[in-house]
T-cell receptor, first 114, second 117 residues
Framework: GDSVTQMEGPVTLSEEAFLTINCTYT??????LFWYVQYPGEGLQLLLK?????DKGSNKGFEATYRKETTSFHLEKGSVQVSDSAVYFC?????????????FGKGTHLIIQP | DAGVIQSPRHEVTEMGQEVTLRCKPI?????LFWYRQTMMRGLELLIY????????DSGMPEDRFSAKMPNASFSTLKIQPSEPRDSAVYFC???????????????FGPGTRLTVL
């Protein structure tokens, strides 16, 4: 079946450091790919998305490119802030003809130190 | 906009008791999802509804779990009897299907943290 694999962390960085969180997927078709963020005590929020190969999703300084050849969707940010501390989830979903549930990775806990 | 509302936010119960979790989706949304989050298994889809009808319940772990959606603005997830291994955070999410869109964003509630002693 479909699956998502991401580094679990915790990942600890200093403020203004460069961030990469790796995500790879296994899928039988051509899913849409997402990054969600979960702040402490809150539900998940959509951070960015890409719906087809070579699409780049971006939001709040974060970027990820849908790489079909490497089945990857790595999350990057050039300069992280303390407020970026959260758990980040990579996910995939098929959307043809309606809506389906998301398949998530296990999440990466990111800690940014001042 | 109130977003997805879940209640209670925290629930502590004893093994064998019945637990009912509640969700109010965003008004006008036609899909509703229940997810469970644990340290061991991460986030898993349990069941989802379209226009109040269950579409896929293959993620429901066993017969002790049941979910209903009696109307467009309310859904419940019930566990009877509860067991310690059911301890988790349960999320509800809703979305609106738009014809022709490849992606329909799911909006998540804050979750219910369930502890079964």
């Amino acid at each position: 079946g479909d699956s998502v694999t991401q580094m679990e962390g915790p990942v600890t960085l200093s403020e203004e450091a460069f961030l990469t969180i790796n995500c790879t997927y296994t899928a039988t078709g051509y899913p849409s790919l997402f990054w969600y963020v979960q702040y402490p005590g809150e539900g998940l929020q959509l951070l960015l998305k890409a719906t087809k190969a070579d699409d780049k999703g971006s939001n709040k300084g974060f970027e990820a490119t849908y790489r079909k050849e490497t089945t990857s969707f790595h999350l990057e940010k050039g300069s992280v802030q303390v407020s970026d501390s959260a758990v980040y989830f990579c996910a995939l979903m098929y959307s043809g003809g309606g809506a389906d549930g998301l398949t998530f990775g296990k999440g990466t806990h990111l800690i940014i130190q001042p | 906009d109130a977003g997805v509302i879940q209640s209670p936010r925290h629930e502590v119960t004893e093994m064998g008791q019945e637990v009912t979790l509640r969700c109010k989706p965003i008004s006008g949304h036609d899909y509703l999802f229940w997810y469970r989050q644990t340290m061991m298994r991460g986030l898993e889809l349990l069941i989802y509804f379209n226009n109040n009808v269950p579409i896929d319940d293959s993620g429901m772990p066993e017969d002790r779990f049941s979910a209903k959606m009696p109307n467009a603005s309310f859904s419940t997830l019930k566990i009877q009897p509860s067991e310690p291994r059911d301890s988790a955070v349960y999320f509800c999410a809703s979305s609106l299907y738009v014809a022709g869109w490849r992606f329909n964003e799911q909006f998540f509630g804050p979750g219910t943290r369930l502890t079964v002693l």
